[in-house]
């Protein structure tokens, strides 16, 4: 899932110091799971701008609520009567939901109250670690299910580079070499002559350096009536 | 063990300190409170683990929070003791009463006053 | 070997000599002359002349703009290209910038992570990787072809080389395999990491020579002599897949401080000997870090001069 972090609560309060009715709109989703932008998170920013704005004699009116999915018009939807209500609003969704609040309620001030870090899994409690890079063309099957894209520093489909050492990356100690754990699962799995052939440079194109994506998916869309008439 | 304490403490029980949240620490302040302190059993005697070790995570991320909005860091704090220290415990309130009242009225309280005025 | 480019160091090395390399590493700074300065104080004592290309991610002169340079001075020099910093768009442009200068050798890299150098907050690119590049080179020269495809009416002429380090991770046979991808991928010259763990390299050129890598590619055995205590200290712990055993370092504790710089050529001179008796190695590059006027001592010591003459 995408993985968001809190923005420091004064970069908030110094977006939103100068209006007085703020909605803080959280999302049930991801950020939920990462606890960056659910409901919990909505209702200690929303007590903490209330702190703020109290202690500095404004006056003001701070509402804290969530929705499903602010990457959905649908729900996005249901916070019609708030959003309105509102002078800004601080979006604690990851960067996908708080641009389709803001394209949704396009006359709103829309505020970030996250950073958007990565796509990665939950390690352990409070530890979050990206697996994909969202390059939109796999190659986990030729890299024994683990991505040289995402996990080795330089994305090098041709590793390990010479700078990995006990399994660590260059990078930091802390990084393990992703080549690494490639080449210790294409041996369990016996696939170790993957390495003797050069793999071809990459076609970057549906990564982001194709620019903005859009998926279009014939089979998944609305159902539109055809022309003519189906009795004819 | 007729241990005089401050008066003016307002005991909240909670089974375990693990389940005070941080939501809840800064509901007081919004409620007006000068100063919370959450009180634990000792490090390594949770019944239920880890519960006071959360509840000084949350207490730091609260200090955190309340230095940004305004309110003060040292208005907030953790202590550890066992249910057998009523000695510590009397100690600690007029401590934590004693500090509280050398940083004055919490700013929110004072706003509140101000606008019932 | 046939030669296949006007390189003078392919052409040594296929007469079945020891080629002798060094790098020079460009100022931090718009100051050519010193690149030229280090280019005289190597020329008559190498076959050609690396030039690291912002090594350790640290910005200095470009390496073409001082290939060219020592092209002028009538050294050959070897270009270095790390992937890290340009796409595909612009290393084919500067293959061919460098070409057209009569720039015959290339060391295709992928380079440091741009967090060790002095921008770590500057975006990578890592379009290609150091085979890729190597295959890149390969397909100009030998199809006359960009990667695009596109057909070109004057090939570039680049002796490829790569580099490989047989004491990084995960082990020594990966190492070699890695070897063996990148001659594979077109490499024709390889030059090593600083060699200081011998038994090690005998170990992976052992398995090198075994696989037949050694015969498709020419492998040159880096060299990095110590200039202190201190130094070789800081290669142990600080580079990243350097590999240097204990008794070097006790070597040089036990000789005061004054000498141990001497002590650190003498000890070089040593393993360039005992390197130049492993199947396999075809020649040396000696990377003298801000230490190019021991080149010519190097060289010497180890029996490599006067240098051939093609």
Same mark, same amino acid.
């Given at each position: 899932m995408i993985k968001a972090t809190p923005k420091p609560l004064e970069e908030i309060i110094n977006y939103v110091k100068d209006f007085n009715k703020i909605l803080v709109a959280g999302c049930d989703g991801c950020v939920t799971v990462c606890e960056a932008g659910g409901m919990k998170e909505a209702k200690v920013l929303g007590s903490a701008l209330r702190l703020y704005f109290t202690q500095a004699g404004k006056d003001h009116e701070v509402v804290e609520t969530t929705v499903t999915r602010q990457c959905d018009k649908e729900y996005l939807a249901e916070l019609k009567d708030m959003v309105e209500n509102a002078d800004a609003v601080v979006s604690i969704a990851c960067g996908c939901g708080i641009q389709y609040l803001t394209e949704m309620y396009n006359d709103k001030i829309v505020f970030p109250g996250v950073d958007t870090h990565f796509m990665g899994i939950n390690a352990d409690r409070g530890i979050f670690e990206e697996r994909c890079a969202g390059c939109g063309q796999c190659v986990l099957a030729s890299t024994g299910g683990i991505c040289p894209i995402a996990r080795c520093s330089k994305r090098m489909l041709n590793g390990p580079c010479g700078g990995s050492e006990a399994g660590k990356c260059e990078i930091s100690k802390d990084t393990p070499c992703g080549w690494h754990l490639i080449y210790e699962r294409l041996e369990k799995l016996g696939q170790v002559d993957r390495f003797t052939q050069p793999v071809d440079p990459k076609n970057w194109r549906t990564s982001r350096d194709g620019g903005p994506r859009v998926i279009i998916r014939e089979d998944l869309r609305k159902a539109e009536p055809q022309h003519g008439s189906a009795h004819s | 063990m007729r241990l005089q304490y401050p008066t003016d403490i307002h005991i909240i029980k909670v089974p375990c300190t693990g389940r005070v949240d941080l939501f809840h620490l800064l509901q007081a302040f919004e409620q007006g409170a000068d100063g919370v302190f959450v009180a634990g059993c000792l490090e390594g005697d949770c019944h239920y683990m880890h519960g006071n070790l959360y509840a000084r995570k949350r207490v730091e991320r609260a200090k955190e929070i309340l230095a940004a909005t305004g309110i003060g860091r040292d208005r907030v704090e953790m202590y550890n003791l066992s249910a057998g220290q009523g000695t510590r415990w009397a100690e600690i309130c007029r401590e934590f009463d004693e500090r509280i009242r050398n940083l004055g009225p919490s700013p929110i309280r004072f706003a509140h006053e101000k606008k019932a005025a | 070997m046939e030669p296949k480019t006007p390189s003078r160091l392919e052409k040594i090395m296929a007469a079945g000599q020891l080629g002798v390399t060094s790098e020079v590493g460009p100022p931090r700074g718009a100051d050519g002359a010193e690149i030229e300065h280090k280019g005289h104080l190597i020329k008559d004592y190498v076959d050609a002349v690396n030039v690291t290309d912002n090594q350790t991610s640290v910005v200095r002169l470009c390496s073409l703009a001082s290939c060219i340079r020592l092209k002028q001075m009538g050294i050959d020099p070897v270009l270095q290209m790390t992937t890290r910093d340009r796409n595909r768009i612009a290393m084919q442009s500067d293959i061919l910038g460098a070409a057209s200068f009569g720039i015959h050798n290339m060391l295709c890299l992928t380079g440091d992570h741009q967090t060790f150098g002095d921008h770590p907050m500057s975006a990578n690119v890592f379009d290609l990787d150091s085979v890729q590049l190597i295959q890149t080179v390969k397909m100009m020269r030998d199809e006359g072809k960009l990667l695009s495809g596109f057909e070109m009416k004057v090939r570039p002429q680049i002796f490829i080389g790569a580099a490989e380090n047989p004491f990084a991770g995960p082990n020594v046979e990966l190492r070699a395999l890695r070897l063996g991808k990148k001659i594979a991928a077109g490499a024709e010259f390889i030059q090593t990491q600083c060699i200081y763990n011998i038994p090690k390299f005998k170990e992976w050129m052992k398995i090198a020579v075994d696989k037949g890598y050694a015969e498709k590619a020419y492998i040159m055995a880096g060299i990095t002599p110590f200039k202190s205590l201190g130094m070789a200290r800081y290669m142990k712990t600080k580079v990243p897949g350097m590999d240097v055993p204990d008794n070097l370092i006790d070597r040089l504790k036990g000789v005061p401080k004054e000498k141990q710089a001497d002590e650190g050529i003498k000890m070089a001179i040593e393993m360039m000997q005992e390197l130049k008796? $492993?199947?396999? $190695?075809?020649g040396f590059h000696i990377m003298a870090i801000e230490w190019e006027e021991k080149v010519p001592e190097l060289v010497k010591g180890a029996g490599l001069y006067p240098r051939p003459q093609v």
């Open positions: - | - | 008796e $492993v199947p396999g $190695v075809r």
